[in-house]
């Protein structure tokens, strides 16, 4: 008998429900693979995910489990509840959230934790949530905390060995050279990467919960020890260049063995003591052990439902699941309305031109709120976006231009005239800009850096932001790119404290 023909009636329309639900989901993230805007690593975890259900899947069942249709069917439901806030709040993340709990309900069914090769479903799920574009959000939420206490931790131990030694926020000062621990060094890829270790880790041995969040706990110390570590070898590169025979250690791919090498140190303890902390023989519930006691409370066994009482529940499924999906988006993070800030009529003796918007731009903004305008000035692009909903709306450059297919460079940062990321974007035709960005705040705030723009905004939610871009050719003369910087500082009125910071790392 084929498998389609033991399939019931009653599985195929839950089924079918499922798929409508995920449909939408599916489709968002598989284009986060493919975007470039994302720099998404999540075919990475995807392809871990499918190794690890293909090594168990291809052993035998060997224990009885209890409760899987039941934990499967109440998995489902929640899928539900959380693609039906996804769909409401426009957030396509939550919607990534349901499609986790999806491969729950599917690790469960096939019981993955009941093989001759166990795997757990909870910690499958866990892992699926890898492939969102996590690291990117981590990135913007939480980046701006993780470099300051990467830059202390750095400095920390940099302290033990030189006493020239001096550090100042995200600025670390070593032999007359100055270091800034930038947002690319935030750590978050290696906290994803370390974090994904302990999950898999955690998905093979199924450990009580207690323990598998010990090993998660330990995981996220040892990372931020490993990216210290990594910044304070590339510190010891930029202030001692002969260390490394003369080699920048800023370069590739010197720059990513050093990450990747003080990284496998940091997560060595891991692969070293982590064991499994109970017999074969324990039972499992959920993927997690339970031992003599169970971990988790098990499902009460509910009485068998009628052949016609499960039909309609899932005809029932299925309708809600069309009515989630047919809903109207409506997202919660709308810029309020906000004034348009004119741009000066002139810089630098030269008059503007205003261009246009994108179609999708234009689309986005009437969605979502907030403003853009752009306007040339001769060699100089200048752009501004202003917005109450900075998550929504501001980003850095590489984000919009790798996008429409640039090759986009981070050459790091300035702080004079006034706080600026800049980027080397190139394009397949040879086109060859130099991009600078500037966020600013209506208090007077002023970064480079978008995490911290974001990490200001949540201390003071619905404060309006701006970023300022400037796009110049690279090969444009460094007086007259200086002039037309002036000239939009002054326009603009930004202001910059006074300081100076010649690395990034």
Known sequence: MTLLARISPTTAVFALASLVLACEPMR??????????????????????????AWSLSSPVTRGGFGQRQMAVLVLLASALARLAGQLLAINVIGGLALALDVFALATLLRTGQRQRPVSPFWLSVLFLFTLPVERIAQRLIGYPLQELSAKLSCAGLGTVFSDLSC??????????????????????????????VVILNALYRPRFLTAAAWIAAGLALSLLGNALRIGLLAVGIAFPQSVFGADVMAQ?????????????????????????????SKTFCGFRSGTRPALVPLPVLAPMTRGVRCLSALVF???????????RQALDVSAAIPPQPLPMSLG??????????????????????????????????????????????????????????????????????????????????GDWRVAVTFVSETGATTHNIAEAIWLWLKQPGTTWTSVQRITPWALAEDRRAAFEAATGAALDLSSPKTRREGNS
Do not use: N
């Not at 140190?265 to 070293?272: G, N, S």
């Not at 299925?318 to 109207?328: D, Q, R």
């Open 28 to 53: 968002w993230l598989a284009g986060s693979w493919t975007d470039p805007s994302y720099a998404s690593s999540g075919v990475v975890y995807l392809a871990a995910l499918a190794g690890l259900l």
């Open 168 to 197: 100042s926020g995200i600025r670390i000062g070593l032999q007359g050279r100055d270091v800034l621990v930038d947002l690319p060094c935030s750590g978050t890829s290696g906290l994803m990467l370390s974090l994904a270790l």
């Open 253 to 281: 791919p010197l720059h990513d063995l050093i990450g990747y090498l003080a990284l496998g140190l940091a997560m060595a303890p891991v692969l070293i003591f982590y064991r499994s902390p109970a017999s074969q023989t």
């Open 318 to 328: 299925l309708s809600i699941a069309f009515v989630i999906v047919s809903l109207p």
């Open 349 to 430: 003796g030269v008059a503007g031109v205003d261009e246009k918007l994108l179609p999708v731009e234009e689309r986005y903004f009437r969605q979502y709120g907030g403003y853009a305008r752009k306007r040339r000035y001769g060699e100089l692009a200048l752009t501004l976006v202003r917005t109450s909903s900075p998550l929504r709306h501001l980003h850095a450059p590489d984000d919009c231009l790798r996008g429409l297919g640039l090759e986009v460079t981070f050459l790091g940062s300035r702080f004079e005239p006034v706080p600026t990321a800049l980027y080397r974007a190139r394009s397949r035709d040879g």
